[in-house]
């Protein structure tokens, strides 16, 4: 597939269905591409589906039917749409938070592979049943544990509002867990103690609370 250049063709590309719930169309707003008026469309198309559609399936769609409905933030990113933010971020002003565009390749960058070959695609979500019902001080981290136990992952990022989080599937994934929100840092990772077997003690309860 082309790079769409046309109404039509970016129609086209839009009504693409990744997964039983999301088409591409869902993952192409970019609030720095709506306020500079830059197309935020994908040089390799065929590849940002790819990538897309794993995304999709393996991650959103079972989080979505376990917890309610996902809201999508922010998803996909052109390399000029990502690094216009990088470049505004490194400035100084506010509002923008976009890595180099090479460590966003197969992250928000999901039509150019990362420096080893691989394919990802990161977006950044929030899933408001999940913020109505538990909004104390940490409860972030009955969500993410609960993705960690069960699903695929390749890097979950928490944020204060709502708890929004990047959730990235990648080829290679390294199964990471941050956040800017208390408590920051860093949860679990590969060469953490904590970072194997089941965490169903930090997350009994929130399934419940869904039924």
């Given at each position: ?139 972030w981290q009955k969500l993410a544990w609960w993705i ?7 890097g979950l990022y928490f944020f204060p509002k709502y ?49």
């Amino acid at each position: 597939m082309k790079t769409p250049t046309s109404v039509t063709a970016l129609t086209d590309f839009g009504r693409v269905r990744l997964s039983r719930s999301f088409f591409m169309r869902d993952f192409l707003f970019s609030d720095i591409a709506a306020v500079h008026g830059i197309n935020n469309v994908p040089e390799d198309p065929d590849l940002a589906i790819a990538a897309g559609t794993r995304l999709c399936e393996e991650l959103l769609e079972p989080l979505q039917e376990r917890f309610g409905r996902i809201a999508i933030r922010s998803a996909y990113r052109s390399r000029e749409v990502n690094g216009l933010g990088n470049a505004m971020q490194k400035a100084g002003k506010a509002g923008y938070s976009c890595a180099a565009n090479e460590a966003n390749y197969a992250g928000h960058i999901w039509d150019v592979r990362d420096a080893n070959g691989h394919m990802g695609a990161t977006a950044c979500i929030v899933v408001p049943g999940f913020w109505d019902r538990f909004q104390a001080e940490g409860d972030w981290q009955k969500l993410a544990w609960w993705i960690h136990d069960h699903l695929p992952h390749a890097g979950l990022y928490f944020f204060p509002k709502y708890w929004a989080f990047n959730i990235s599937w990648h080829e290679q994934p390294v199964r990471t867990i941050a956040s800017y929100t208390r408590p920051r840092g860093t949860l679990t990772a590969p060469s953490m103690a904590n970072f194997e077997g089941s965490h169903a003690a930090q997350w009994s309860g929130i399934e419940a609370a869904f039924v």
